[in-house]
């Protein structure tokens, strides 16, 4: 659309016209080509990183319990990520 055509000339053309590059456009398949599945990993690690930093605060109890909660969230989530599944 040039700034010198009316909007109507522009409305009234056929949908086949497109784009003048439409041809030229490079379309491609999404990647990943399939979606990992869902998994309680990353609010698992939120949960065990929010009991560590309080358990700084309030409690050696709280944060060996939060240190293993994250420890294995994070592990847990790497395995997933190299397993590919």
């Known amino acids: 659309m040039s700034a010198t055509e ?3 000339e522009v409305a009234a053309r056929p949908a086949s ?3 003048p590059n439409d041809e030229k456009r490079d379309w491609g398949v999404a990647k990943p080509a399939t979606i990992p599945r869902p ?3 990353p609010a698992a690690l939120a ?3 929010t009991f560590f930093l309080w358990g700084l605060i309030a409690s050696p109890v709280v ?3 939060g ?3 994250t420890a294995v969230a994070l592990a847990s989530w790497i395995g997933e990520m190299r397993d590919g599944e």
């Open 6 to 8: 009316p909007v109507s």
């Open 67 to 69: 240190l293993l909660v």
């Open 17 to 19: 016209e497109g784009a």
């Open 39 to 41: 998994t309680y990993s």
């Open 63 to 65: 944060l060996v319990v």
């Open 47 to 49: 949960f065990g990183l």
